[in-house]
């Protein structure tokens, strides 16, 4: 059981003073009747049975959006120096606990994450669960040839001492490849490239686990997960939805 209006707040209908004035105003319903007291407490059976304005409430119980990040932006929601993704989050759904799962470098485009769920948070960035992240490079210096492939296969170390686990590097020319890790060590892309003796000029995130960017997703924006990618993620992180 859960107060209705925190479950409208967390959900997107506004500020908990904001819910409270749809609620005055008489536009929430539960199973036809109208509700005035934010206080009632609603069971997890009847959530489905709450509308706004005449229409189904679209009620979260946590929250995760995916956004195509453009390069330019640090993955942080406050920075005194730099351009945030911060500037992507609706307004709507400021203040709401998101925060971006993992990062990508200030250069990096594509894929990101943001959730209010900290366990799913923890499952895609912890090695511990081999949550695959797939990333579209572009690469400067010497070409890439099957001895890489082999290698990035098998894992390797570097000079610093940091091991990076077995990854799968896919060529579609000496300098363009498509790379799968399943960690997210510190510019992990970037340092094992500049390891085997190559520069990356160009990197976007395509895919988490079985998620992938949206190809509709312009840079800049972002979207709530469907229920369908929701379920997908979710399962792949070993997760009850």
């Known amino acids: 059981m859960e ?26 319903e539960l199973a036809g009747e109208i509700i005035t007291d934010g206080g009632l407490k609603v069971s997890l059976q009847s959530i489905n049975q709450i509308s706004v304005d005449g ?60 959730t209010n769920d900290g366990q799913l948070s923890h499952r895609i ?43 799968k590097l896919e060529l579609v020319d000496g300098f363009e490849a498509y790379l799968t890790v399943c960690e997210g060590q510190y ?11 190559r520069e990356v000029k160009y990197l976007k995130r395509i895919r988490i686990a079985d998620l992938e960017l949206d190809p509709d997703l312009a840079p800049g924006e972002i979207r709530i997960l469907t229920e369908a990618e929701r379920t997908k993620l979710y399962s792949a992180c070993r997760l009850a939805d």
């Open 125 to 167: 960035c912890s090695p511990k669960w081999g949550i695959e992240k797939e990333y579209h490079l572009i690469t400067q210096g010497r070409p890439f040839d099957q001895q890489d492939v082999e290698k990035f296969a098998q894992g390797f170390k570097i000079l610093d001492g940091t091991e990076f686990k077995p990854a």
């Open 55 to 114: 229409n189904q409430a679209e009620i979260h119980n946590s929250l995760t959006f995916m956004l195509n990040k453009p390069p330019g932006f640090i993955t942080a929601l406050t920075d005194t120096r730099h351009d945030t993704i911060a500037e992507f989050i609706p307004q709507k759904w400021q203040n709401k606990g998101l925060v971006p799962v993992g990062r990508l470098d200030k250069d990096t485009e594509g894929l990101l994450l943001l």
């Open 3 to 28: 107060r209705i209006d925190k479950i409208l707040a967390k959900s997107g209908y506004g500020t908990r003073r904001e819910v409270k004035r749809l609620l005055k105003e008489g536009r929430v």
């Open 187 to 197: 510019h992990q892309v970037k340092r094992m490239a500049k390891s085997t003796g």
